[in-house]
Nanobody, 120 residues
């Protein structure tokens, strides 16, 4: 089994900053792409940013220049630094990981989500 645990969400005023973390643990041999997605009330889940193990990061146009994705491969941990937050960034943020498990199969895993609320 593989678990992804997000942390760092909360309430922040417009223009503020938050840093999300996602720690992966369990039957992991290696992780390829990790990413952040979000889902606002009444909307579909959307990509925020992704980061392959050794490749180029990818950001949604709506967060470019404000959010930064990073990872520590040795710790199987993903981060999302969010600056200049806007009310429209309010959503549940989910971590995703493409994991090569000890069973020698690639599987996609999701965290439980962490709420980010941007409001004055």
């Amino acid at each position: 089994q593989v678990q992804l645990v997000e942390s760092g969400g909360g309430l922040v005023q417009p223009g503020g900053s938050l840093t999300l973390s996602c720690a992966a643990s369990g039957s992991i041999l290696t992780i390829n792409t990790m990413g952040w997605y979000r889902q606002a009330p009444g909307k579909q889940r959307e990509l925020v940013a992704t980061m392959p193990r050794g490749g180029t990061t990818n950001y949604a146009d709506s967060v470019k220049g404000r959010f930064t994705i990073s990872r520590e491969n040795a710790k199987n941990t993903l981060y999302l630094q969010m600056n200049s937050l806007k009310p429209e960034d309010t959503a549940v943020y989910y971590c995703n990981a493409e994991v090569y498990t000890v069973g020698f199969v690639w599987r996609d895993y999701w965290g439980q989500g962490t709420q980010v609320t941007v409001s004055s």
